[in-house]
């Protein structure tokens, strides 16, 4: 299947995983089950859960395991149903599009460009919460690089 629709760009090695590690078909059969499942989790602001990230496309964050998870850092719960939210790594990186901060007991780096929105049906189990000064860093951090300025 040609994907003609997409603009024609240049390929551009090492860009893509090319080793065909990933697991696209069991990741749409856990979203699908996901979907139909339809559970709401109580969530609030600064919230670590384990979420159901899936196998992106791309630079875009996986999650792992047969769960597709890693932990996610709710930033802002807009409904019943939605947050904003940013995933988690223990790999170290440095940068303006990183933030990081200690949780229980390990070093918690945030991926800040992957930041999106979340359905509450891909969380698993509440990790714990961070104190309301690491949430202010991580949303600090996250302005900064959206709106490409320095806030207080």
Known sequence: MGLKFFAPCARVAGIMDTNDTKDFTGWIKLKIKLHFTGHICAIKDGDIWWCAMGENVGTEINGKSK???????????????????????SQKHEGSWYSSFEFQNKRQV???????NFSVSRLYRKMGVVPESDLELVRNGLASLILGKNNP
Not at 110 to 116: F, T
């Open 67 to 89: 769960t597709f998870a890693r932990p996610v850092l709710v930033i802002r719960k807009l409904s019943r149903y939605s947050f904003i939210g940013v995933p988690l790594t």
């Open 110 to 116: 945030v991926v800040l460009a992957q930041v999106r």
